[in-house]
Structures are given as C-alpha cells and as structure tokens.
C-alpha cells in the first residue's frame, strides 16, 4: 500500500456517536417520539423512571437527575451552604467545572496535585493543601475528587483525611460513571457524587444533562428543591435561592435507552483499552489502572517525554488519527484561577503532565482494524 492510499482512508472518530445511533434506531426515535406524544417536556415520566434506574445502577439509594455535571457539582455546594470563607478542594488536573462551582457559592477552590500513575487526587497533597487553607484562615469545607479519564480516585486513601478533617465528599464521577472501587460502582461513594450525561461523556445523552447520587435523604429533598428555583412545598412557594436545574423528558428518555447497552458499551471500551495497552506499552507509558479500580475509559491517554506529544499530534492528524491533549494548561496555572491557593509543596506532577499527556481515539465501536490503524501510526510517529 502506497502512502497515497493510505490518506484516502476516512479519518477515524475520536467519539463515535453515529455508531451509537445506528445500533439503537429506532429505539431512540421511539423513546422521543413517546415524549412528543405525551408532551410532558419537563418533569415527565421517564425522568422519574431514569432516576430509579441510576440510583440502582450505581448502587445508591437516589439519583437526582439534573441539567448538566457542572449543575450538579454546583446544586451540592449550594445544598450543603458551601459559602464565602469555605475551602473546597479540587485536583488541578481536571476539567475546568470540577473548581469552576466553588466560586459561584463565593467560596475557595484550593488546588491539590495529582498522582504520578492514576492522575488523580494526590492524599498526601490533600493535606498539605488543607495546611495552606488553614494557614490561609478558610475553613475547610469540602473536598472533590475527580475519577478522572474513567478511572476512580482513591477513596480508601481520601475518606479517612476528609474525616478527620470534617470535610464533605462530593466525587465528581462525570468521566468515571460506571467504573468501579473494590467492586463497587462510582456513584455509592462519599456524602454524594456528580456525574456528567454531556455527550462524549462514558454515558451521553443528545445535549446537556446530569445527575446528582446520594444515600442522604434529606440532601434529596434540598437537591430537587434547588432544581426548581427552591421552591416549597407548593410550588409558587421559595423557601431557598434555587436555580432552573431540571434534566429534559426528552433527555431522560433517551439516556434510559442508552442505558440498557452501557454495561456492554464499557466492556468494549476496556477491550480497546486491552489492546492499546498491548501494543503500545513499549513505546509510551501505557495507562496505569490500580488493582482495586476498574476504569470506564473516559479517555485512553499516554505519556510522552516533554516535547514529544505535538510532533505525535500532528503525525497522526496527517494519518486520519484525531488526538487531544486533556489538559494542557493545569488548573492552578488558568489565567481565571491563578489567583486561588494551591497545596504548599508546588504542583509538580500537574505541571510535568499537562506537558507529556496526548489521549488516542476511544469509544466503543472502535472496531479491531480501526486499533490497527491507531496502534501502526502511533508506532511509526514515534519511530521517525
Ligand atoms: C465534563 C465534566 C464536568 C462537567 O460536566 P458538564 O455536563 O459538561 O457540565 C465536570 N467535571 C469533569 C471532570 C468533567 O469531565
């Protein structure tokens, strides 16, 4: 095969939606049909009936679906009175929304580094991270630990510093919905978790969408309150300062038929991910998931020496193979979060990373010839 050929392949999707599509059909259409049938755009049926299917899923007592992730990390803030003089902590290699709530309650996100081989929320710069808040007099509040690129942050390691610190849990599980812990699925964790239905999130919907988990009933009540501008128990009635927060009937409809094929959807990303590790584990640092995880592969991102990654980038765009860099720029060094403390040792481990990470198509009708494709221009970068 000649190189000429070779360009004329199609490119390869970095999230394959139309794929999705295809195999559900109809059943999609049906679903939004059944809703402009019924016509009970907000608050219908299937969002009640989607609520006790995540609840379930998850393995936790309620699900409260809401209008997106960052909504929903922002509804738990807001319900547990997080408020000006308050520390939550966040990971700075994230997703911008994961730090983005805190000040919208006037509180103050405190930046914490990450681990060398999950990425996720370093324990011990956890502590040093409360230090510096302390020292700074905020009191410390609440801490979120991201389940960053599907993975599951550490929570034997996390619960016991948050208790012993009196700090809430609030797991931000957008990327990591469906992956588990010592056997136990994201969503049961902590006072209660996020987690995103955006589309090129493990599980999408067709727009925005998100859900809030808790076994905490009262938190329950505050939450759907909160969603319909804190309304009472009439609704004409405010009893809090609350927010449009509701996940659309159509929404809800579609996520319940997604649902049904998700379990079978993150056993073939982890095939993906299998075969990646395979091929790939000898020219780049490959994933490390931890024994006690299972990862729903939000993203399949390797390491690269500093000053690597771009030239891989641009090599692989020439072949039809899309990349992206999650996240180039770490939290603390944003321009609009600069300002805000970090953990007192520096973030070393954000910083080294934003510079070495690249992430490989995934999703899961990545069929074998496509991984052929990825694996056989990755090593050919990475040769030349
Ligand atoms: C996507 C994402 C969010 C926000 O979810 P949206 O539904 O886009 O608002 C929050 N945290 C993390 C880690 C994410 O990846």
Redesign the pocket.
């Known amino acids: 095969m000649n190189s000429h050929v070779k360009t004329e392949l199609a490119p390869i999707p970095f999230i394959d939606v139309a794929s999705q599509r295809a195999r559900l059909g109809t059943r999609i259409d049906e679903a939004v049909a059944r809703v402009l049938d019924h016509c009970r755009f907000v608050n219908g049926p299937e969002v009640t009936e989607l609520e006790q299917k995540l609840a379930a899923f998850a393995g936790a007592k309620h699900a409260i679906a809401c209008s997106?992730?960052?909504?929903?990390?922002a509804l738990l803030l807001m319900a547990w009175g997080v408020k000006p003089g308050d520390a939550v902590f966040c990971p700075a290699f994230?997703?911008c929304?994961?730090a983005e709530v805190v000040p919208w309650v006037g509180a103050t996100p405190v930046f914490v580094d990450v681990l060398d081989d999950t990425f996720n929320m370093d324990p011990a710069s956890l502590e040093a991270a409360i230090k510096v808040a302390v020292a700074k007099g905020l009191n410390p509040k609440v801490v979120i630990p991201?389940?960053?690129f599907g993975q599951p942050a550490d929570m034997d390691a996390i619960e016991p510093i948050a208790r012993a610190h009196g700090l809430k849990i609030l797991c931000?599980t957008?990327?990591g919905f469906g992956a588990t812990w010592n056997g136990r699925r994201t969503g049961s964790f902590g006072d209660a978790s996020?987690t995103?239905?955006?589309p090129a999130?493990p599980l999408g919907c067709f727009g925005?969408?998100?859900a809030v988990f808790t076994d905490d009933d009262e938190l329950v009540t505050v939450l759907k309150s909160l969603r319909e501008h804190g309304q009472g128990v009439d609704k004409y009635e405010n009893v809090r300062i609350g927010m449009t927060g509701r996940l659309d009937t159509i929404q809800a409809a579609i996520l319940l038929e997604k649902l049904t094929i998700f379990e079978d959807e993150i056993a073939a990303r982890q095939r993906v991910a299998d075969r990646y590790n395979a091929a790939l584990a000898d020219v780049a640092v490959v994933p490390a998931v931890d024994p006690r995880a299972t990862s729903v592969w939000?993203q399949y991102t390797i390491r690269l020496p500093h000053g690597v990654r771009d030239g891989l980038a641009a090599a692989l765009q020439k072949e039809g193979v899309p990349t992206a860099v999650y996240y180039r720029i770490p939290m603390h060094r944003q321009p609009a979060y600069a300002q805000y403390p970090a953990a007192g040792n520096g973030l070393p481990v954000c910083e080294r990373l934003a510079g070495e990470v690249i992430s490989l198509p995934m999703h899961a009708y990545l069929d074998e010839a496509a991984q052929d494709r990825v694996i056989a221009a990755v090593r050919r970068a990475l040769a030349g």
């Open positions: 997106s992730g960052t909504d929903a990390l994230t997703f929304a994961t991201v389940d960053l931000d957008a990327q996020a995103s239905f955006f999130k925005d969408g998100g939000a």
